[in-house]
């Protein structure tokens, strides 16, 4: 079970962290990551880490400004937002599972969403 949290109202140009917190064992070889989902939009991916966290894959408009981490010790992964824009605004899932299916725009298991709204 993934339990997200951290979401907020930040003014552009802001930050905002999130977490997911995964209760129960993970699989190894799967990524970790976030997707999102704007208003009328259909969901899409954010970011993905390995296991081991050695490897992190990014939507091409976040890089830069987004970073994923993990935790495998309190089995968290993280993503800092920084320069935050209002196109960024949307609810954000945390979800695990195998990377191809991951930038597919699926995953093997979700948590629940946490809102990001980000105000010009």
């Known amino acids: 079970q993934l339990q997200a949290s951290g979401g907020g109202l930040v003014q552009a140009g802001g930050s905002l962290k999130l977490s997911c917190a995964a209760s129960?064992?993970?699989?190894?070889?799967?990524?970790m990551g976030w997707f999102r989902q704007a208003p009328g939009k259909e969901r899409e991916f954010v970011a993905a880490i390995s296991w081991s966290g050695d490897s992190t894959y990014y939507k091409d408009s976040v890089k830069g400004r987004f970073t994923i981490s993990r935790d495998n010790a309190k089995n968290t992964v993280y993503l800092q937002m920084n320069s935050l824009k209002p196109e960024d605004t949307a609810v954000y899932y945390c979800?695990?599972?195998?990377?191809?299916?991951?930038?597919?725009?699926?995953?093997?298991?979700w948590g629940q969403g946490t809102q990001v709204t980000v105000s010009s």
């Open positions: 129960g064992r993970i699989k190894s070889n799967y990524h």
């Open positions: 979800a695990a599972g195998p990377l191809v299916t991951m930038r597919t725009g699926g995953a093997r298991s």
